[in-house]
């Protein structure tokens, strides 16, 4: 429970009296860079609250992770880019323990540490969204990111769409609008929106919210005008709510809103009002307390008054279901890196865990978070794992999400072409040596 | 007895006008200048240099920038992390897309002029505009700024994203490989750093001191009358800007380049441009060694304060709490600081040598 | 295609009442600037902190019209502090310095709302509350959120009972001000301070009524910004807008925060429209506005309404 000044008034003597934690042997060190404050808290607390939750409770059950015990030292980053490299360097080594590596769930801080982390033989994680020509891990090493990509994610919210409307070919002719925060995360998806759309005969206009996002007035001004079919929305914080109560008030009709993976938490929509009535968001993790993991943790923690989050309703909500699920990845990495060498893994270790995840359903099963996490299967090549998503609609009278599709695949083919395209940009112009995957050394022992 | 004035005797107005009116000040700037050098380089570690020692040079560069302006010439500004913007991408661009022969550093001076450029294109409103009414020019720079490097993918090479600033582009002539130095180290990024703050601190101090440096004074106290003893006020303020907008573009790209090791646009925000602001005043509007004591005082406080509360509680707190708090005995201790001492911390400076220089009789 | 009047059309009104918005937190700027020269840069945090005050008390059950004197009450007793231990040990320093201290009151405040609170995104559906409080159910509709549709031209409800708001309070300003006691000695105070000192009238009560009621303006703004947009962080940046808002209608003239106001609200969607149609290039509202001002502040330099300074040497 996180615990507010006045009450520790008194644990304050205590606390202070108590000797510094001492790094015994037998414990693995992650950094945890959260944001809990400023414009994006809603999904910082989230997110690594479902972390700290899970991680917390493989030390309650398993001590730790691979009979090493788990621990973490926070970093406040506000989702600043420079608050956040300030952290990284702070925090890469903690009581003399080297970090495993660093999940600061921001696109800005993530990609400002790609080069730094390779240096460091530190993996950059990115759970669900990044710099997308990261998928090639011959390019990029050091960076991961589980789950699935920004193209992946529109390709999907296309296939999506192409459903509602009764098949692929119906797309033709009609008129989707990306409705993009003006960020380096908006941006990323603008030029694949117009490629989907040239694949499949429909017409693509990307219009940008300024960030924050809280005046929209003339962006849905000109949605009104140019009369879209669908709006697809790639917001982040209150641009969401926001967007809803706009297009809302416009007389655009919500279900034809389409939300993308960082617009889909109910902090997102609760705000929104009956305007969210019909909204459809995708996925790669359902919400709810879908998976036996979640019991577990509400069981051993949140019964016991204990756990991070403040707000107990916030369970099973979508940004802490993506932290469990990105506790999840972020340990199966560990063991897969333990089995291979040891309980006491350094970093560079479990970059080759990362990098050779296998999470399929028997596993997940296994681990208890069937039902939460995506099939991930990760290797030299492939960085993402994932590729597949679900879409879920929200429903204003119960206050919950309901899954509104099966698994969709990613149109995987369309977005490598870009992406070694992009990826060749970057061995130009960033002086990248790449690795060569199909040489046993190189992939598999890999700084090791 | 370690601050005296007792045996220096001024003969000449030469004299009278040195830097360092007191021997010891002079030994003292030297022994940290050295220590600066050839010490600290091989005894902080790569977490004091990245995330200490680079960005503190960095901002107090675009504080010392801001300083010259708002502080010597009187012209409020809030755009000073659009104008580091500017410097910053031009530098990456220079480097970018000339030959084999730029370097960074003057890689920076010429992105840093260009920027000194604009600075006077929107300095031109302080001729009419005055007081908080000029900071709608200012803002002005820096929303356009972040929106024009936004919408014109050209200036980051058209990455969708940031730009990792690749290593190559510290190499001086393959110096590096002569001696067998990492070029892009933090070590020699530091010191490069050091090298161009301390060139451009040097000239500030010497501009203040000069005709121009007066000139500048004249127009902040009252602009009709510098006018009116002939003083060029326009002349004198649009060379306000250019300097200041010089330094703050050289900061800039020492902030991307030195520091952050990448270039983007969520770098150069809007309370980037607040916190350059907070560093000048703090420190001491019309001072230069203000400028980098502000710095020190207002990028450090944060660190300091998350990290008294990580070894005081061992982490009882959650970080939102600290961080809440420090924002809280942050805005205070800005406001106690403007009522007790609104020259900044170079006044308390000033105030502490004044007793210093008459101790132990003050009388 | 000849031109589309009907979007045009939309376009000026959404702007207008984007304008209105706008105004409303530069009503309190101008309050503040007025009676005391201070360019108060804790506005939007104000905003912030009353609205986030009433929303966590709604949400804690507490009634509508018990949460909103509690609130308003909060912000009272909050001027009042501020006035004694920030206004009044810093009397007479330079504007700068004064600029400064209300940077420093926002970073305060700042931490304070979200220390007491939290830093969550809140909604506030104000229709929800006054469904309770009005005792003709079936006129309600006005205030729900939604839209009317009058010659093809799309109007949202809100934003003409949020005029609506906006209009009465500066009725109410404008009566206090002209007819009671306490208004006019405010405006003596903000025309001469000695000279209001010299026929009595107690200068720092002055002061600290105006920042009590620049904080209930803050406020009203606050709830209705947060019906808009939401509670949240980014409140804050709403003072962001209202600066070329009071630069353009001269810093001291509430009437001109109201012009000013209009100005830009509808100055920026039109830019953002066409000048980004033409350039084809979008976001142009970000920096618009305060070009627009530069643009009336090089023919006005003191704004449309501001009082000219005479500067002697």
Known sequence: ?448 | ?363 | MGFDWVFFTELIVGGLMSGVMYSLVAIGFVLIYKSSGIFNFAQGTMLLFAALTFVKLTEGGVNFWVALPVSMGTMVVFGILVERFMMRPLANQSLLSLFMATVGLAILIEGLAQYMWDSAIHGLQLADFLDLALLDPVNMTIFVVDYIEWLDILISKFDIFATIVAGTMILILAVFFQKTRTGMSLRAVSDDHLAAMAVGIPLSRVWALVWAVTGIIALIAGLLWAERVSVSFTLVEAVLKALPVILIGGLTSIPGAIVGGLIIGVGEKLGEIYLGDLIGVQGIETWFSYFIALVFLLFRPSGLFGLKTIERV
């Open chain 1, 1 to 448: 429970m996180k615990t507010k000044l006045w009450i520790t008034g008194l644990a304050m003597a205590t606390a202070m009296s108590a000797t510094a934690p001492v790094m015994a042997e037998g414990e693995v060190y992650i950094p945890m860079p959260v944001y809990r404050v400023g414009p994006y808290a809603t999904g910082g607390t989230g997110y690594f609250g479902g972390i700290i939750d899970y991680y917390t409770l493989m030390n309650m059950t398993e001590g730790g992770v691979g009979g090493m015990k788990i621990i973490w030292n926070e970093c406040e980053t506000n989702y600043n880019d420079q608050k956040g490299v300030e952290c990284y360097h702070r925090q890469k080594e903690f009581q003399g323990k080297q970090a495993l590596f660093f999940d600061p769930l921001s696109v800005g801080i993530s990609t400002s540490l790609v080069a730094q982390g390779r240096k460091d033989k530190i993996a950059i994680i990115a759970v669900n969204h990044g710099r997308t020509e990261g998928q090639r891990g011959d390019v990029f090493p050091y960076y991961f990111m589980p789950g699935i990509n920004t193209y992946d994610e529109h390709s999907i919210i296309t296939a999506y769409i192409g459903e509602l409307e009764g098949g692929m070919e119906n797309l033709a002719g009609k008129k989707i609008v990306l409705l993009f925060h003006g960020s380096t995360y908006g941006r990323e998806a603008v030029e694949f929106t117009h490629m989907l759309c040239e694949k499949h005969n429909c017409s693509s206009e990307a219009i940008e919210v300024p960030h924050p996002g809280n005046e929209q007035t003339s962006q849905w001004l000109k949605i009104r005008r140019s009369k879209p079919d669908y709006v697809v929305l790639r917001g982040w914080g209150v641009m969401n709510p926001v967007a809803m109560q706009t297009g809302v008030r416009m007389g655009f009709p919500i279900s034809n809103l389409i939300g993308n993976i960082w617009s889909n938490d109910d902090g997102d929509v609760k705000p929104a009002g009956s305007s969210a009535n019909g909204y459809q968001a995708i996925t790669t993790h359902p919400t709810g307390r879908v998976a036996k993991v979640i019991d577990e943790i509400v069981a051993k923690l949140y019964d016991q008054g204990q756990g991070d989050l403040e707000d107990k309703s916030r369970i099973g909500s979508n940004y802490w279901n993506l932290g469990v699920m990105a506790g999840v990845i972020h340990l199966e990495a560990v063991r897969v890196a333990q089995a291979r060498f040891g309980a006491d893994v350094n970093s560079a270790q479990v970059r080759w865990g990362f990098e050779n995840l296998n999470l399929d359903t028997a596993r997940l099963t296994e681990l208890g978070a069937n039902g939460l996490v995506p099939e991930i299967k990760t290797n030299c090549m492939d960085h993402v794992g994932g590729h597949q998503a679900k879409f879920m609609r929200w429903v204003y009278a119960e206050t919950k999400w309901e899954v509104a599709s099966d698994w969709i695949d990613g149109d995987v083919e369309l977005s490598q072409a870009i992406i070694d395209a992009k990826a060749e940009n970057a061995i130009e112009n960033e002086g990248i040596t790449p690795r060569d995957c199909n040489d046993p050394a190189q992939r598999d022992d890999f700084d090791v």
């Open chain 2, 1 to 363: 007895m370690i601050y005296r004035e007792t045996g220096t005797f001024i003969t000449s107005y030469l004299e009278d006008r040195k830097l360092f009116p007191i021997p010891f000040d002079k030994w003292a700037m030297a022994v940290f200048m050295l220590f600066m050098v050839f010490v600290v380089p091989f005894i902080a570690s790569d977490y004091w240099l990245a995330a200490h020692l680079i960005p503190i040079l960095a901002y107090g560069t675009a504080a010392l920038g801001l300083n010259l302006l708002t502080g010597m010439t009187g012209q409020l500004s809030l755009g000073t992390a659009g104008f580091m913007c500017f410097g910053a991408f031009f530098t990456f661009n220079i480097m970018l897309r000339s030959p084999e022969w730029m370097n960074l550093p003057l890689a920076m001076m010429l992105a840093g002029s260009v920027t000194g450029v604009i600075g006077i294109i929107f300095g031109l409103p302080s001729i009419r505009i005055k007081g908080f009414y000029l900071l709608v020019s200012t803002l002005a720079a820096q929303y356009f700024a972040l929106w024009f490097f936004r919408s014109y993918p050209y200036f980051l090479n058209y990455a969708t994203a940031t730009v990792t600033l690749p290593d190559h582009h510290f190499d001086f002539y393959g110096i590096g490989d002569v001696f067998g130095v990492d070029m892009a180290s933090f070590e020699a990024k530091y010191l490069m750093s050091l090298g161009v703050v301390s060139a451009l601190a040097l000239f500030a101090k010497n501009l203040m001191r000069s005709a121009t440096g007066r000139n500048f004074m004249a127009v902040r106290d009252m602009d009709i009358a510098a006018s009116v003893i002939g003083i060029p006020v326009i002349r004198t303020k649009m060379l306000a800007f250019f300097v200041s907008c010089f330094y703050c573009g050289v900061g800039g790209a020492l902030f991307c380049y030195a520091y952050l090791q990448v270039l983007g646009i969520r770098t150069f925000e809007m309370n980037r441009s607040f916190e350059i602001l907070f560093m000048a005043i703090i420190g001491g509007l019309g001072s230069i060694a203000g400028s980098f004591y502000g710095t020190v005082l207002v990028y450090e406080f944060p660190i300091l304060f998350s990290w008294a509360g990580d070894y005081l509680f061992g982490g009882a707190f959650d970080t939102a709490v600290v961080d809440n708090v420090a924002k809280i005995t942050y805005g205070i201790l800005i406001i106690a600081l403007l009522i007790r001492e609104p020259g900044g911390l170079a006044a308390l400076w000033a105030t502490a040598k004044q007793k210093l220089r008459t101790w132990p009789f003050p009388h």
